[in-house]
């Protein structure tokens, strides 16, 4: 019937909504019957809250939760605040600090990973032009980091980028202002972060924040084939009403 | 009782019937929710283990066309064929299974025979046990002879090499794209588009048509036991040991090709779903409303610290949606009770509840939660046949005040847990601002993972009851 033609009984005055023919609608009640059908354990949502404390790195709250729920963590508590300390010495601008203390936990993390230590060297530069010490920061560049940049091509380019923060007067206005932003830092910082929880077998970002991408892309994918109550606000959890 | 949340509660149609018992006794209709989300009973959360086809269906077979051996892995077309009509068809014994994301099975030709007519593909039940797959409605076949595809028209499509004596082919299912795919000796040959129409369980299927053609039928899944898969073929009285290490090696080869193309199909969607953007600071923000929630208060007060001093500070602002007046209500209680209730001081907990909510323990629900924790513990013991302990359990069932006896730790964790949070969805229930009662009983959290299963559900009986359901106990081992 559709083959027949919407288009020519909608060119007739006729209403033709082919989605409605086609399209399953689930009402509020029957949804709710099976979302009371589903089961959640109580164990396994703590489990996941445990999982972000401790990939987040709040340790104490992570200390907290195990006492009054009685979960345990799967990773040993004393690792996070070893890698909190690293992770926030670099938000800092306190690079070698957090050099040292990440080879202190481990030394084959920065071994085995010339990106990330060239990234800390790299930070490190950047620390060293921000405070005015120009002279420190060509010595380092020449002696620490040129090294890496003629062993590796994409390292090159980012020493000479870096290093062009010199040839500016006021480096808050000029173009490679960026490299000294915060953000420059955190992105460092959340390297660190990852590859420490890596060398630790544990995965890098917590499982709560695909959990949520996995929601939003599920009920994308259901609106295919039918309508139904979709939660459009994750922060509330509200079942909204389906549209037909 | 307050009417004012029965009132709300009822405002929605669609719960009047559950909410009807909250006009007899708050804590029964809570206590009785819990016990259904702690029950052991398997829902369809719970995933059976599909069988899968494991030989070939030696009933169901167009007789006469065909030999299958004792083996039931192998076909040997006999007649001399005079009609386009008189070929040899044989299902497998099961159909696919349809729950995984790949189905795949494969052939091995030993004799092509004179005219080399074989096919491989899928078929539904109701098949004619005398065409070729593909030849009909609801089924799909790669043809030997020509190389075509045939899709349940009268004419095939061009889709790959023919294939013949000494080639190993095989055909699939991919649930997830849901289409149809076919590999000639180790190569993928090609994808088709799997009709809506087929939806039916479908067959693994082979047809011979010609004198000499003979086969072996492999499977190849991700299950697949290759021990026992040996043994079957070492019965057989005509597979000779040459044979035998060839379809060890491509057992083999083709195991390591399902799994790889498996988990790029898998990587497809994970980084599909990766690249979804979520507004900031969600996660957080659920985690928050979760543990005031709970009325795990500690905890959230090092979170709430922490979160102060990090780089930069987490601020979820308001226009965030986050609303924590309701769930923050009367945290601090909450915590205490909760606390008590762990540690076991029963009569303690029952005594402040008294103080702060008379009309809690007024309803005596709080005594009846208690008891089936009991209940609920002696079972345990009873089944596990301690029989110190079951002794110890009587006495605590007949005791009035189980933490000052002698066998008061025997109120076992998860038991207080749930006693726990019955008696804080409780107290959640008697803030007037209370919206619906499920809210006391599900953090946002709790109502999130509860959608995304029932949307994977749903999804996934659209699609004929193909492909994978989401458990959360998976997604949390893996």
């Not at chain 1, 729920?69 to 004393?78: F, H, K, N, Q, R």
């Not at chain 1, 040129?146 to 480096?171: H, I």
């Not at chain 1, 932003?181 to 077998?201: F, G, H, M, P, Y």
């Not at chain 2, 167009?62 to 008189?86: E, I, M, Q, R």
Request: net charge negative.
């Amino acid at each position: 019937m559709q083959i027949l033609g919407a288009d020519f009984l909608a060119s007739l005055g006729y209403n033709v909504d082919i989605e409605a023919t086609s399209k399953k609608v689930i009402t509020r009640e029957e949804w709710e019957k099976r979302l009371n059908d589903v089961k959640i354990r109580k164990e396994d949502m703590n489990k996941l809250v445990m999982n972000f404390l401790v990939t987040e790195g709040y340790v104490e709250a992570a200390e907290k939760f195990r006492m009054e729920s009685g979960t345990e963590p799967d990773i040993d508590l004393a690792t996070i605040s070893d890698r909190m300390a690293v992770k926030k010495a670099v938000q800092c601008g306190n690079v070698e600090d957090a050099i040292e203390k990440v080879n202190d936990l481990n030394p084959e993390i920065l071994d085995t990973n010339p990106q990330l230590f060239f990234h800390l060297q790299q930070q490190r530069l950047i620390e060293l032009i921000r405070n005015g010490k120009i002279e420190e920061a060509l010595e380092f560049a020449q002696e620490e980091l040129a090294p890496r940049g003629e062993e590796n091509q994409t390292f090159l380019e980012e020493l000479e980028r870096t290093v062009s923060l010199l040839a500016f007067e006021d480096v808050s206005n000029c173009p490679l202002g960026e490299l000294l932003d915060i953000s420059q830092r955190l992105k460092t910082a959340s390297e660190v972060n990852a590859a420490i929880l890596t060398s630790q077998s544990h995965e890098k970002d917590p499982k709560l924040p695909s959990l949520l991408k996995m929601l939003i892309w599920a009920q994308n994918q259901l609106d295919e084939k039918a309508a139904y109550p979709r939660i459009n606000n994750l922060s509330n959890a509200t079942l909204e009403d389906p549209t037909v | 009782m307050n009417s004012s949340h029965t009132n709300n509660g009822q405002s929605n149609n669609g719960k009047s019937s559950r909410l009807d018992g909250i006009n007899r006794d708050l804590g029964l209709y809570f206590l009785e929710l819990a016990r259904l989300r702690s029950s052991a009973a398997p829902t369809e959360m719970e995933e059976d283990e599909e069988e899968a086809p494991k030989e070939l269906n030696t009933i169901n077979s167009s007789g006469g066309f065909l030999v299958v051996a004792p083996d039931k892995l192998s076909v040997k077309y006999t007649t001399v064929n005079l009609h386009g009509h008189d070929v040899g068809v044989v299902q497998a014994n099961k159909p696919a299974p349809v729950k995984c994301l790949l189905y795949y099975f494969e052939i091995y030709v030993k004799d092509a025979g004179a005219k080399g007519q074989i096919a491989i593909g899928f078929t539904n039940e109701g098949f004619k046990m005398r065409r070729q797959p593909g030849w009909e409605v609801n089924s799909c076949g790669y043809h030997g002879d020509d190389g075509l595809l045939y899709r349940g028209q009268g004419k095939g499509d061009a889709f790959g090499p023919t294939y013949t004596t000494g080639d190993t082919v095989g055909g699939g299912i991919n649930y997830a794209s849901q289409e149809f795919f076919f590999t000639k000796n180790g190569v993928l040959v090609g994808t088709v588009c799997k009709e809506k129409e087929m939806k039916g369980r479908l067959f693994p299927t082979i047809a011979v048509h010609s004198q000499n053609e003979e086969y072996a039928y492999l499977l190849v899944h991700v299950n697949f036991g290759q021990k026992k898969f040996a043994f079957d073929l070492k019965a057989s009285w005509f597979v000779c040991y040459f044979i035998l290490f060839i379809f060890y090696l491509q057992i083999y080869m083709f195991d390591a090709l399902h799994q790889e193309y498996e988990a790029q199909e898998r990587l497809k969607r994970q980084m599909t779903i990766e690249k979804i953007s979520l507004p900031p600071n969600i996660s957080y923000g659920l985690v928050r409303s979760y543990l005031l929630h709970y009325g795990y208060e500690d905890t959230l007060s090092s979170f709430d610290l922490a979160s102060k001093s990090t780089i930069p500070p987490v601020y979820i602002a308001q226009e965030n949606g986050f609303d924590e007046q309701d769930i923050g209500y009367a945290l601090n209680q909450r915590k205490i009770l909760r606390q008590l209730i762990r540690n076991g001081e029963i009569d303690a907990a029952i005594s402040k509840l008294r103080d702060w909510y008379p009309q809690i323990v007024q309803v005596g629900a709080l005594e009846e939660a208690v008891k089936y924790g009991r209940i609920e513990l002696a079972k345990f013991f009873r089944l596990a046949g301690f029989d110190d302990l079951v002794q110890d359990c009587a006495a605590l069932l007949a005791y009035e005040h189980p933490q000052e006896s002698c066998v008061g730790y025997l109120l076992e964790e998860s038991q207080r847990d749930l006693v726990a949070d019955t008696v804080n969805a409780m107290i959640l229930s008697t803030n007037p601002n209370t919206q619906d009662m499920e809210g006391c009983l599900q953090s946002y959290l709790e109502r999130l993972l509860r959608q995304l299963t029932a949307c994977c559900l749903e999804r996934r009986s659209a699609n004929g009851e193909q492909g994978e359901a989401f458990l959360l106990r998976r997604v949390l081992n893996s």
